[in-house]
């Protein structure tokens, strides 16, 4: 079955950019989104479809994917967005989720 | 704006079935989207179970696909899930979710933009 794989933690200072990464084989000829998910509460999509944002999603949130790799980019990165997030792929008609990464502003 | 509300005993004991059902408001199931399951077991990551088209197209996980069956009932404008043989693995909060599909002729997309708020089932005797 396909696997898609995210590190555990990403640190971030306030006002910089943040990349999580999501890898997975020839990941880029496949569609990729995001969720963001806060401490007791449903998860949020951020980013679908590689690189496109929901309605109502700050532009800060952007996305890419090529290659193995999918990456998250969170530019200026704000407090609010201290939170886990998690990729995920659609393949052999099965959606797929990576593990999550914490990200930590501090 | 779309609503959805999952409903459903919150301890079921092991060998038994879990069955939960997802109310949606605001929007007619039976007008298009997937609709489906994902769930968080306590302090891990989410695990999709599958989903279902209002024809009754569906996919699913095929780690758990032995043991769900998704059913639509337009008529409440509601689906659910059941998940047979159930073991103190399967507790976890279960999350419904409006999923879109499709493709552009290359690749399929598939996402979920709306979540229910999620209700936890514990399995234990």
């Known amino acids: 079955s396909y696997e898609v794989t995210q590190p555990p933690s990403v640190s971030v200072s306030p006002g910089q950019t943040a990349s999580i990464t999501c890898s997975g084989d020839k990941l880029g000829g496949k569609y990729v989104c995001w969720y963001q998910q806060k401490p007791g509460q449903s998860p949020v999509l951020v980013i679908h479809?590689?690189?496109k944002r929901p309605s109502g999603i700050p532009e800060r949130f952007s996305g890419s994917n090529s290659g193995n790799t999918a990456t998250l980019t969170i530019s200026g990165t704000q407090t609010m967005d201290e939170a886990d997030y998690y990729c995920?792929?659609?393949?052999?008609?099965?959606?797929?989720f990576g593990g999550g990464t914490k990200l930590t502003v501090l | 704006q779309v609503q959805l509300q999952e409903s459903g005993p919150g301890l079921v004991k092991p060998s038994e079935t879990l069955s939960l059902t997802c109310a949606v408001s605001g929007y007619s199931i039976s007008s298009g989207y997937y609709w489906g399951w994902i769930r968080q077991p306590p302090g891990k990551g989410l695990e999709w179970i599958g989903s279902?088209?209002?024809?009754?197209?569906?996919y699913y996980n095929p780690s758990l696909k032995s043991r769900v069956t998704l059913s639509v009932d337009s008529s409440k404008n509601q689906f659910s899930l059941k998940l047979s043989s159930v073991t103190a693995a399967d507790t976890a909060v279960y999350y419904c979710?409006?999923?879109?599909?499709?493709?552009?002729?290359?690749?399929?997309?598939?996402?979920?933009?709306?979540w229910g708020k999620g209700t936890t089932v514990t399995v234990s005797s």
């Open positions: 479809q590689d690189n």
């Open positions: 979710a409006r999923s879109e599909k499709g493709n552009n002729g290359l690749y399929y997309y598939y996402y979920m933009d709306v």
């Open positions: 995920q792929a659609w393949d052999s008609s099965t959606a797929v």
């Open positions: 279902i088209y209002y024809s009754g197209t569906t």
